[in-house]
């Protein structure tokens, strides 16, 4: 156990964390250099393409240290998004030391604080890094002087580093060896394993993820979850290589690896949950982890209603690899059986939506977020609402109260009015400032969390050029004038687009949606009309002219495979339709509701 | 009953418009061209058993670039390999700039027997536009020639929704076309497809077509006109004098099998779909080497074929008939469709007969709507 190392590489998005991984895991000869890619560890598709790392992932590097000894490095790679955040403290949960990674062009950022803070709530060793010295912006002497003076750091501790070239990470492997204390743990003791992640694979089962606390655990043995008691018997365990599982002997405390017990039954994992053994169990369960707060909410139907018993196992599947994903059973009158989630933002939203897509081929339909509002009856009660469908009865309402947060948001001098302009058009409050190293500013606002979840942090980045950050957490509820703003398509109320809204936006909010269906909504054979109704009147309105005549002019033998192919198209675009009264709403027009105006 | 179709991919110009396989300025190849389709003729009459044809089609591209003497000798040659049946149907598509007496004559005597001739517009102004390189006068003298020739069925070749066209100037076009007392007319509205100038020019805006309105009222005058001129429609695009329907045309629409000569020919036997490198040249030296011209194949399964030849027959006014798929696919429409079908008729797309199942006229203007749904 002297020799195990478990830390984790923590920073503001974009700072290089996962570049770092990828020296790290080369300087370990841990994959070969035909399996190398860039972003080694961004292994889901969405993650590829957006350049972000959406789940913390972990891989075991064998290290050889100066002292001639080697060394099993646990390396957790994590997210850097604000709402990612539940990720990395989980990932943080099974480390003894993270390395503080901080860009030395743009210095400390308001992530790189929040992280910062859970490192420490966690009790964990911090090495401080300054990456991208290779930049010719690269200030690392003024950067070591936030590090220290803002962030409270040891100086002396700071490591100079070129994730891309590669320059002064060896040093940084070394650090990790002498300045990270190993795992604590004992290893004859009863078994006690943290799950932190895991996920779902068709053939063999769920994937546990976890970190042994005490105790070994080998194939062969019956193992039982101290939530459920449900008991297994375990096929294999080994450690993440990258790309590969290695099978393992065993695995003893201290170490950070995976169990395979052939579980199909997916409700039976729970990531903060503790395995210990069937026949010899531990005293009581870890800690586990604090509940998340979700904050988002929007319900999510299948476009086929066939795909209704899928999209229920996706889910399911989904959530054992997203604890931070809620869901129950809702249903609309336009789309069908669907289900109610909460998030915990938008970005988390988009991501579940695309990996429900890609990972379990189902096309989605979603309506527009909401968060979560106290609404306090005239008998005194009080009712939480996320959902507008169960907006109620205005008549027997007293008043309603929506929740604020405190942001804090970290930008150069220069841009203070732009972003002060915003803050103000989103119903900020109370406003202050100062200046946590000069020429940068750090403003805190009291917002109502429904203007922040809408694009809030795409406004700022643009306000900004990229260079505010932003970090939020929930402060209070304060009182408010909501309303249930509704949808009619020739008349008819589509249930998915109703959106509960402040009054002051609801004419604009109104409008947008309008336009937007306006927009994506194909023509068809008669005159569409669209209304947003607030109560009984209509507040916005706009209309599709109908399609006159829709029809391919020649087809001839050399024409028909071609001609057959377009009208296959259509067939497919029809099939991505719902169809609400008579017209035909393709998903697209949904999800463009959701999104602001530009 | 068989139906050949021979492509002739050469062309004086190329059209703004034109997406079919055509390439002007190739005169050099124009011999090799023809000798190679000889050469493929001789070949498809070794390899495959063909029926008597009923119908032969020469298309293009401009097949009357070539001499007449080169025309008839590929008929004759045809003639010479292939049985044909009575009556058979044979059809050449003609450019007024491409024709005089003796061509024509020519033709007539070596069989063929329809004359399709590409007018497009009797509007000076819009030929132009549409880099037509003859004008409306040639293109009235170019049917008194054919008539002097001895062709009695006559097609002409119209297109609307043309850039810059209104109603009054496609009344006046389709007037004088009907005044020429044409067998047959194909009034195409312009398609403006992908890969074409027209498709670039229209994407920066700088196509001025007809709106949808006038369109919709371009199309309620062609109806009207053909109708008092004694011109049924029997297809989307298709009108005829009872009896001048283009046999080998309905061929394609009741998605029958044909087969095919000529670079980027596309033939359909045994189910088969098979084209043919568009390449002129390419065709060539496969032709000459012995190799395969064929560049892609398609093959579909039953019930797409089936569907497939529901939705071509739709194109039809008489629409496609049950019985008929009952015997070659063994499936039933009503059946096979079941309520998509019914909100079809609901809808006034579609009406359902004894015998057939055929678009409304309500439906004709929204064809692609019904197929998208039968497809
Ligand atoms: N010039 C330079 N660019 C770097 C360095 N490290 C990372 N980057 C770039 O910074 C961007 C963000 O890196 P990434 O590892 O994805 O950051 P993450 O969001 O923290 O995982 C990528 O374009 C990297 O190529 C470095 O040391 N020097
Ligand atoms: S004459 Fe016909 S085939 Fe030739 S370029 Fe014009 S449209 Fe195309
Ligand atoms: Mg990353």
Not at chain 1, 104 to 114: I, R
Request: hydrophobic content about 35%; charged content about 25%; overall charge negative.
């Amino acid at each position: 156990m002297k020799h195990i190392r478990n830390f984790s590489i923590i920073a503001h998005i974009d700072h290089g964390k996962s570049t770092l991984a990828d020296r790290m895991i080369q300087l370990c000869n841990q994959v070969s250099v035909r399996e190398f890619k860039d972003q080694m560890l961004d292994n889901m598709d969405i993650e590829r393409e957006r350049g972000i790392t959406i789940k913390s992932q972990t891989i075991c590097l064998p290290y050889t240290a100066k002292d001639g000894k080697t060394y099993e490095l646990n390396l957790v790679d994590t997210p850097g998004h604000v709402d990612f955040s539940y990720e990395v403290s989980r990932a943080l949960s099974s480390c003894e030391g993270a390395l503080l990674l901080v860009d030395a062009a743009q210095g400390v950022q308001a992530q790189t604080l929040a992280n910062l803070y859970l490192a420490m709530e966690n009790n964990l060793e911090i090495i401080p890094v300054i990456n991208k010295i290779d930049l010719q912006s690269a200030e690392p002497e003024k950067v070591a002087e936030q590090i220290e003076d803002d962030l409270g750091l040891d100086r002396d501790h700071i490591q100079l580093c070129s994730a891309k070239t590669g320059k002064g990470v060896d040093d940084i492997l070394e650090a990790i060896v002498k300045f990270l204390p190993p795992p604590k743990g004992d290893p004859v003791s009863e078994l006690q394993a943290l799950i932190f992640d895991a996920h779902y694979d068709a053939f063999r089962g769920t994937i546990i993820s976890c970190r042994l606390i005490n105790g070994t655990i080998k194939a062969g043995e019956m193992i039982k979850f101290m939530s459920n008691n449900a008991t297994y018997k375990v096929e294999e365990v080994g450690l993440f290589r990258g790309v590969s599982k290695e099978p393992q002997k065993q695995l003893s405390a201290g170490q950070i690896g995976y169990i395979l017990a052939g579980i199909k039954t997916i409700s039976d994992t729970r990531p903060g949950d503790t395995i210990t053994h069937k026949d010899r169990p531990c005293a009581q369960a870890l800690a586990g982890f604090k509940m998340v707060q979700q904050v988002v909410f929007s319900s999510i139907y299948p476009i086929s209603t066939d795909d209704y018993e899928n999209l229920a196992t996706a889910i399911e599947k989904l959530q054992l690899n997203d604890a931070a994903l809620t869901y129950q059973k809702d249903s609309s009158v336009a789309l069908g059986f669907g289900f109610r989630c909460g998030f915990l933002g938008l970005l988390h939203l988009e991501v579940v939506q695309e990996r429900l897509e890609r990972e379990f081929d189902i096309s989605l339909i979603l309506t527009v977020p909401s968060v979560k509002y106290n609404f306090y009856l005239n008998d005194d009660s009080m009712v939480e609402v996320d959902n507008p469908a169960h907006f109620p009865d205005p008549s027997k309402v007293s008043r309603v109260e929506e929740p604020y947060i405190k942001a804090t948001i970290l930008m150069p001098e220069r841009y203070m009015g732009v972003v002060m302009a915003l803050c103000m058009e989103r119903r900020g409050d109370n406003t202050h400032y100062h200046y946590p190293m000069p020429g940068r500013i750090e403003l805190t606002c009291e917002l109502p969390l429904a203007e922040v979840i809408y694009d809030f942090y795409d406004k700022l980045k643009s306000a900004t050029q990229g260079y505010g950050s932003f970090d939020y957490s929930l402060y209070d509820y304060r009182k408010s004038d909501l309303v249930k703003l509704d949808i009619l398509v020739n008349g008819e109320l589509v249930d998915a687009l109703s959106q509960l809204v402040h009054r002051v936006n609801s004419r604009a909010r109104g409008l947008h949606a309008c336009e937007q269906l306006q927009r994506e909504i194909p023509r068809q054979m008669f005159k569409i009309a669209i209304q947003a109704a607030i109560g009984g009147s209509i507040v916005a309105r706009t209309t599709i002219s109908a399609l006159r005549k829709d029809v391919i002019a020649k087809c001839y033998g050399g024409d028909i495979s071609r001609k057959r192919k377009l009208l296959e198209k259509q067939k497919a675009g029809k099939k991505r339709m719902k169809t609400v009264g008579n017209v035909e709403i393709p998903q697209k027009a949904f999800l463009a509701v959701l999104k602001s105006e530009q | 009953m068989s139906s050949l179709y021979i492509h002739i991919p050469f062309c004086l110009s190329k059209c703004p418009y034109c997406s079919f396989v055509s390439y002007p300025g190739m005169d050099k190849l124009h011999q090799r061209y023809v000798a190679a389709l000889l050469l493929e003729a001789q070949w498809l009459h070794q390899n495959a058993s063909v029926s008597p044809l009923s119908t032969l089609f020469l298309g293009g591209g401009t097949p009357t670039i070539f001499s007449g003497r080169e025309l008839a000798q590929l008929v004759s040659c045809c003639q010479e390999l292939f049985a044909f049946s009575d009556q058979a149907e044979i059809s050449i598509e003609a450019n007024p700039k491409t024709i005089n007496p003796e061509k024509l004559s020519l033709l007539r005597h070596s069989g063929i027997n329809r004359l399709s001739i590409g007018v497009q517009s009797f509007n000076d102004k819009e030929l132009q536009l549409l880099g037509r390189p003859h004008s409306a006068e040639d293109a009235a003298e170019a049917v008194q020639l054919a008539r002097a020739a001895g062709f009695d069925n006559i097609s002409l070749d119209l297109m609307y929704g043309l850039p810059g066209q209104d109603h009054y100037s496609w009344q006046q076009t389709l007037e004088q076309a009907i005044s020429i007392a044409p067998d047959h007319l194909s009034l195409y509205e312009l398609t403006v497809e992908q890969g074409t100038p027209y498709h670039l020019q229209r994407n920066q805006g700088l196509l001025d077509l007809p709106d949808e309105e006038n369109m919709v009222i371009m199309d309620q005058l062609t109806a009207t006109l053909c109708r008092q001129a004694g011109l049924a429609q029997y297809e989307i695009s298709n009108y005829a004098r009872p009896g001048y329907e283009c046999r080998h045309n309905i061929n394609y629409w009741q998605n029958g099998p044909y087969l095919a000569l000529g670079a980027g020919a596309v033939g359909c036997v045994d189910g088969r779909r098979r084209q043919k490198t568009c390449d002129p040249r390419h065709y060539c030296e496969q032709i000459e080497s012995g190799q395969s011209v064929v560049q892609e194949e398609e093959c579909l399964e039953r019930t797409a074929s089936f569907r497939e030849t529901v939705v071509m027959g739709l194109r039809m006014t008489c629409g496609v008939s049950k019985i008929q798929l009952q015997q070659r696919y063994e499936m039933d429409l009503d059946d096979y469709y079941g309520d998509t079908l019914i909100h079809l008729v609901n809808q006034g797309l579609v009406e359902i007969t004894a015998s057939h199942l055929r678009l409304t006229a309500r439906g004709r203007s929204f064809a692609n709507q019904v197929m998208a749904e039968l497809v």
